[in-house]
């Protein structure tokens, strides 16, 4: 167990919906980031967030959105969604420390139908 | 820019066999190198890493890897493998610590493991 949690585990939606997944960071990690998996892309990354500040962007659509909460968990936002969306969606923590792992949560498999 | 090139996108062995798996990085700088391991459904789960020090890591479940700078490699190898390594493994790398530094991993395509009986 990673001590990451991520919800819903799987999220069935038509296109053109708005979907939110979330994030609950291990215990003492400030940061939070985002990936995307899929079989043709890999794991791409997508956002990090630090403390609730934006760190880093990635490959990360306009149509996709991100925040860090005060209590450190993380939402992802992903609003008119099309066919090409489905994927797993990976949370990842770390305590930002030099060469610091991430470690990443089970997931959020999305289907767009 | 960096990035990490591994090489084959599935990997065969039998059980008891060596396994090597092949990771090459391009970084500008030194850089900090990962394995992970994604098992079916699941997240995925650091086997080792590298950021100093010592070039040759050793990681869980038997697993190792070296840091070699003038090959720009880290390949992750197991003497005997087991049936239960069959797995997609994941190599990855991270820039670090500096005034952007953000954590950040840039991981490989990954290589999926089959352990044949």
């Known amino acids: 167990d990673s001590g990451v949690t991520q919800t819903p585990k799987h999220l069935i939606t038509a296109t053109g919906q708005r979907v939110t997944l979330r994030c609950s960071p291990r215990?003492?990690?400030?940061?939070v980031y985002w990936y995307q998996q899929s079989l043709d892309q890999g794991l791409q990354f997508l956002i990090q967030?630090?403390?609730?500040?934006?760190?880093a962007k990635g490959n990360i659509l306009e149509r996709f959105s991100a925040q860090q909460f005060p209590d450190l968990h993380s939402e992802l936002n992903l609003s008119s969604l099309e066919l090409g969306d489905s994927a797993l969606y990976f949370c990842?923590?770390?305590?930002?420390?030099?060469?610091?792992?991430?470690?990443f949560g089970n997931g959020t498999r999305l289907t767009v139908t | 820019a960096q990035s990490v090139t591994q090489l084959g996108s599935h990997v065969s062995v039998s059980e008891g066999a060596l396994v090597l798996l092949r990771c090459n990085y391009s970084?500008?700088?030194?850089?900090?190198l990962f394995w992970y391991v994604q098992y079916p459904n699941q997240g995925l789960q650091l086997l080792l890493k590298?950021?100093?020090?010592?070039?040759l890591v050793k990681g869980i479940n038997g697993f190792e890897a070296e840091f070699k700078k003038s090959e720009t490699s880290f390949h992750l190898t197991k003497p005997s493998a087991h049936m239960s390594d069959a797995a997609e493994y994941f190599c990855?790398?991270?820039?670090?610590?500096?005034?952007?530094?953000?954590?950040?991993?840039?991981f490989g395509q990954g290589t999926t493991l089959q352990v044949k009986p």
């Open positions: 970084s500008s700088v030194p850089p900090y």
């Open positions: 990842a923590s770390s305590v930002l420390s030099s060469g610091s792992p991430l470690h």
């Open positions: 967030y630090y403390n609730g500040e934006e760190r």
């Open positions: 590298y950021t100093t020090g010592a070039t």
């Open positions: 990855a790398v991270s820039v670090p610590n500096g005034s952007g530094n953000t954590g950040k991993l840039i």
């Open positions: 215990s003492g990690d400030l940061s």
